[in-house]
Every structure is written in structure tokens, then in C-alpha cells.
């Protein structure tokens, strides 16, 4: 299509294949491993085309998410709208262009975002139509990509709010990361194994709360995490007005004074000491702390699960070991 369509292209390679924590089609793997997939090994390179797709459906997700919150950086780099706008900018003072480089820079990594997510949609379906035996994964796909984006809808809409909606991130929390990160995943890997419905309730069941779980410790990082591990500037969850589980539970037991004051730094350009305040805040009011005690017992949730479903269903018992060690390592990261 011309080297400047490959070379925009190309940026969307790059974005795929240099980070990200790969959970989503980890997930779709351990869904199909504990539902037997092992037994299928005639499928096993059509399992690993739709995992890989919900890599470009994540990628699609994150572009568009960073226009959104008009982030400047993701994983330690220029985001990809602020990528767009520099090269833009630096043609037009090269006189090889013209136009307002910021919408720009916008527009192509919207475009951008687009193109993953149809990619995605082509990756799984060509898959699902030349193997049958993957057709019981379609509604968990097509679920997954409706609660998803309506998710990220009440995550925006959520921050034009004159006040945090506890109801509001809990749904935000249910759907665009539990649903999205884990439970969905599982599913389409284990319905390509031709799962029972009780193993799949019992997935889901283990994926809603470790997903939530997943969602509440993404919500420290955001204001306490290293940016080196992170990736993003530490405390941008609250310079972006993100209406968290973790803030709406700090304005409930702030006292009044206090809670007037941490709201007035929310979605502001906090400084360094402004900042430091309001981890300040929410850490003495004890949000910190019973956000900790509500991942442990999430987590301790998820593991009942899986002894439950060795006790009730066939689940392939490698598969449960791995789930496990998932637990750990999704509610004890600090990246």
C-alpha cells in the first residue's frame, strides 16, 4: 500500500510485539488445558491464532484508551497518538506538511486502534470457520468485546462525574477488566475444548474474582506504583480523574475537611508534593489497607474455586496448578 501505510503499519507490529503482560492469551490457553485441550493437539496451532488475536483486540483497546485520557506515555514510551503528533510536527517545521499535528496524531492512532481490533475479528473468525469444533467459542467472543467497550464508556463517563460513583467503578471493574482480562478469555479456551457448562460456570466464577482482583491492584499501581515497572507516570490515575474503587472508598471514611481536599486534587496536574498529600490521604484513612484485605479475598475466592471444580468437575489437573500460580502472580505484581 506505499511506504507511508507500511510505515504506519509497522508501528502497530511494534506496539504488538514489544510488551504488554500477555495474561489475555494466557488465559485463552489455560481455559482450553482445563477443559482437555490437550486431546485436541489437531487444534492446537488454531488455538494459538485466536490467542493471539486478543493481543490486537488488547493493543486496539490501549490506543484507543490512551486518546481517550489523552495519556502521554505507555509502557515507558511516547504513546502512539503522541508518537504520531512529533513526527507530524517535525514535517511541518520541515515544510514536507501541513495541518494541526496534535489532531493528527490523534486521528492516526485512532485509525490505528481500529485496525487492530479488525485484525483481531480476522484472526478469530477465519480460525473459527476453517475448524468447527472452535465454533462454541463465538458468544464468548462477541460478549467479550460488548463488555469490554461498554465498560470503557462508564470508565469515561464516570470521570465527568461532580462526585465518585462506587456503584459505577464496581461495573467498570466487572466488565471492562474482569470480564475482559480473565473470565472471557477462559472461556473461549475452554468452549474450543468443548467445556461442560459446570466447568465453565466454575471459570467464570474463578475469573470474576480474580479479575476484579486484578483490577484493584492495577488501581494502587496507578497511584503508587514505579513508573520504571509500570510504565506509566506514577499517580496518573488521579492526575486523570479516574474514579477508582480505592478513591471512592477513601471519600467515604475521609472526615469532611479531608474529604474536600483530596476531591479538589482530583484530575488535576498534581505535583510531586500535592501528590505525596493525597497517597497521604488515602493511605491514613485506611483505603490502602482494606483494598489489600479485599484482593487477599478475592484471591482466596479464586482458589476455593479451583479446589471446588477438581472436587465437581474433569478439569485437567496440571491446568488448576497453573490457575494458581496465576493467583500469585496477578495479585502480587507490581508492573
Not at 287 to 296: G, K, L, P, W
Request: proline share 4%; aromatic share 6%.
Amino acid at each position: 500500500m506505499g511506504p507511508t501505510a507500511d510505515t504506519w503499519l509497522a508501528s502497530l507490529e511494534h506496539f504488538v510485539c514489544d510488551g504488554g503482560k500477555r495474561i489475555r492469551p494466557t488465559f485463552v490457553w489455560l481455559g482450553w488445558s482445563a477443559a482437555g485441550g490437550h486431546r485436541h493437539t489437531e487444534l492446537t496451532e488454531a488455538l494459538c491464532t485466536i490467542a493471539a488475536s486478543l493481543e490486537f483486540v488488547q493493543a486496539g483497546a490501549l490506543i484507543h484508551d490512551d486518546i481517550i485520557d489523552d495519556s502521554a506515555t505507555r509502557r515507558g514510551n511516547p504513546s502512539l497518538h503522541e508518537q504520531f503528533a512529533a513526527e507530524h510536527a517535525h514535517a511541518v517545521a520541515s515544510s514536507h506538511a501541513c495541518g494541526n499535528s496534535r489532531t493528527i496524531g490523534q486521528s492516526s492512532a485512532l485509525l490505528l486502534g481500529d485496525i487492530a481490533l479488525t485484525w483481531a475479528d480476522d484472526m478469530f473468525f477465519r480460525t473459527v470457520s476453517a475448524f468447527p469444533p472452535l465454533h462454541h467459542a463465538l458468544p464468548y467472543w462477541t460478549s467479550m468485546r460488548t463488555e469490554m467497550l461498554t465498560g470503557q464508556y462508564l470508565d469515561m463517563t464516570g470521570e465527568t462525574l461532580p462526585y465518585c460513583d462506587a456503584d459505577n467503578a464496581q461495573k467498570v471493574n466487572r466488565f471492562k477488566t474482569a470480564a475482559y482480562t480473565i473470565e472471557r478469555p477462559l472461556h473461549i479456551g475452554a468452549a474450543c475444548a468443548n467445556a461442560s457448562p459446570e466447568l465453565l460456570q466454575g471459570l467464570s466464577d474463578y475469573g470474576v474474582n480474580l479479575g476484579i482482583a486484578f483490577q484493584l491492584r492495577d488501581d494502587l499501581l496507578g497511584v503508587f506504583g514505579d513508573s520504571t515497572k509500570t510504565g506509566k507516570p506514577s499517580g496518573e490515575d488521579l492526575r486523570e480523574g479516574k474514579r477508582t474503587q480505592l478513591l471512592a472508598d477513601a471519600l467515604e471514611h475521609l472526615r469532611p475537611s479531608e474529604h474536600k481536599e483530596l476531591w479538589s486534587l482530583i484530575g488535576k496536574p498534581l505535583s510531586e508534593s500535592e501528590l505525596d498529600r493525597a497517597r497521604t490521604l488515602l493511605t491514613e484513612c485506611g483505603a490502602v489497607t482494606r483494598s489489600e484485605q479485599h484482593i487477599a479475598m478475592l484471591a482466596d475466592k479464586a482458589r476455593h474455586t479451583l479446589t471446588k471444580l477438581l472436587e465437581t468437575t474433569e478439569i485437567y489437573p496440571p491446568a488448576v496448578t497453573a490457575l494458581g500460580e496465576m493467583i500469585e502472580a496477578v495479585t502480587k505484581r507490581d508492573f
